[in-house]
T-cell receptor, first 114, second 113 residues
């Protein structure tokens, strides 16, 4: 049984650089979510996909952020021109649409912007 | 979105039952109560969820009051590995029918040897 996987687990970058994270959901799950968690806070919703369609974006997702889910399988989250305020844990979750639609989370990617 | 209120921290002795309360007085009739936990530097782990009836699985039990305004997560025999932040979440529907999770501050549970 493979859960949600994320790559890389840690990323250190300099301010102004672009970074891309990958999420592989549980294989049969058609919904995929991205969350962000800063130190001492609970995760905050960023965006959500059903299959390949991005159906909801939080106001937290600035123009520098873009997410894709080609072919409805894995997803990527790209941050352009990173800022120190982007330093956070980026979490991916997936679920199977249905009555309860339980979300299962990956281990996260910790981003540090110097 | 229904909001939840949890104590910021709790302690429990190893081997004892840990009872974590959650208030959700504005919950709607079709909203589920979910519990997740997060061990330091890991992703949140799903524990259990319920609508009206009490629920039990291999990890925990969930007791929901009859008026659904509060619930209690019970870890029957806490171990040191249960030390984590526990989040009580009432699921909020998105326009499309999926449900984003709105996390509060949670309860930091410390299991003491």
């Amino acid at each position: 049984d493979t859960g949600v996987s994320q790559d890389p687990r840690h990323k250190i970058t300099k301010r102004g650089q672009n970074v891309t994270f990958r999420c592989d959901p549980i294989s049969e799950h058609n919904r995929l979510y991205w969350y962000r968690q800063t130190l001492g806070q609970g995760p905050e919703f960023l965006t959500y996909f059903q299959n390949e369609a991005q159906l909801e974006k939080s106001r937290l997702l600035s123009d520098r952020f873009s997410a894709e889910r080609p072919k409805g399988s894995f997803s990527t989250l790209e941050i352009q021109r990173t800022e120190q305020g982007d330093s956070a844990m980026y979490l991916c979750a997936s679920s199977l649409s249905g009555v309860t639609d339980t979300q299962y989370f990956g281990p996260g990617t910790r981003l540090t912007v110097l | 979105d229904a909001k939840t209120t949890q104590p910021p921290s709790m302690d429990c002795a190893e081997g004892r039952a840990a009872n974590l309360p959650c208030n959700h007085s504005t919950i709607s009739g079709n909203e589920y109560v979910y519990w997740y936990r997060q061990i330091h530097s890991q992703g949140p782990q799903y524990i259990i969820h319920g609508l009206k009836n009490n629920e039990t699985n291999e990890m925990a039990s969930l007791i929901i009051t009859e008026d659904r305004k509060s619930s209690t997560l019970i870890l029957p025999h806490a171990t040191l590995r249960d030390t984590a932040v526990y989040y009580c979440i009432v699921r909020s529907p998105l326009i499309t029918g999926a449900q984003k999770l709105v996390f509060g501050q949670g309860t930091r549970l410390t299991i003491n040897p």
